[in-house]
């Protein structure tokens, strides 16, 4: 029976759910074999905001990134992203959910054979953006990344920090609500790292929420901005304008 007072209940949670962006609830994942990789993990984001993830190696964070993208599903707990139940999400509406969310790695993951349009455009044809659209977005979101002259290079014929402006565009041209990136400066020097961060920050004005694992202590520590810090799998501190923890 739904009593008054659970009713409430429900709505203010419906509530809670559609102000942030992502949230867990208690979460744990055990993976078959070791420790943890998460106990009891609570988080809200909130639409718009842009944190970093810092931590050990080990410590949970590619985990919690891959339970966001619902390619792992939590052990217990609840995850919601843009208002979507994540962990009781059916697999047929797993593609749909994905749109959502646009991610980079530290290891660029660009199509080899590809030119640069080619691998951007691809996103929009998965989806079925009609051409004529995609001859548009892809030139658009390669301007935004300050690549519009090279739409037609092959990966192995770009830099670094090219290659990850480009899958940067590929993460953003169908303009999804989250962006995620695990590590995406990673494999860079400080300097095409600073221009990445920079950019993760301009795409965060736009009113993309923006959602940073890194190790780069120098950046994080410039950035001012919200630091979630992570140590075998258990969220240690969430700071709002917080800088690098010094272990021990
Ligand atoms: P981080 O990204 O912070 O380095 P991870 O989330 O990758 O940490 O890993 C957290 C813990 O889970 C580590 O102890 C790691 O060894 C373990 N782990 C990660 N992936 C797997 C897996 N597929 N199978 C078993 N253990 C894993
Ligand atoms: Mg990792």
Redesign the pocket.
């Known amino acids: 029976m739904k009593t008054k007072e659970n009713k409430r209940r429900i709505h203010k949670k419906n509530r809670a759910v559609s102000e942030q962006m992502i949230m867990l609830e208690d979460v744990s994942k055990s993976?078959?074999?070791?420790?943890p990789?998460?106990s009891g993990v609570n988080l809200q984001i909130k639409k718009g905001e842009f944190v970093f993830i810092v931590?050990?190696?080990?410590?949970?964070?590619?985990?919690?990134?891959?339970l966001l993208l619902r390619e792992l599903t939590p052990t217990s707990g609840q995850i919601y992203v843009n208002g979507y139940d994540v962990g009781r999400l059916k697999r047929r509406k797993v593609p749909k959910f994905r749109r959502n969310i646009g991610v980079v790695f530290q290891d660029f993951r660009l199509l080899k054979d590809w030119n640069v349009y080619e691998n951007v455009a691809f996103a929009q044809r998965i989806i079925q953006v009609p051409t004529r659209e995609i001859r548009k977005n892809v030139p658009s979101i390669l301007s935004t990344v300050g690549l519009a002259g090279k739409y037609k290079a092959k990966p192995r014929q770009l830099s670094g920090g090219e290659q990850q402006r480009v899958a940067l565009a590929r993460a953003l041209v169908n303009q999804p609500p989250i962006l995620l990136a695990?590590e995406p400066t990673g494999n860079l020097d400080p300097k095409n790292s600073w221009d990445i961060m920079k950019l993760l920050e301009e795409i965060n004005t736009t009113g993309t929420t923006v959602l940073v694992?890194t190790h780069n202590r120098e950046i994080v520590n410039a950035m001012q901005k919200r630091v979630i810090t992570?140590k075998k799998?258990v969220i240690v501190s969430d700071e709002e304008k917080g800088g690098y923890i010094d272990e021990d």
């Open positions: 993976y078959s074999t070791g420790a990789a998460l931590g050990d190696s080990g410590s949970g964070k590619s985990t919690l990134i891959k695990d694992v992570m799998g």
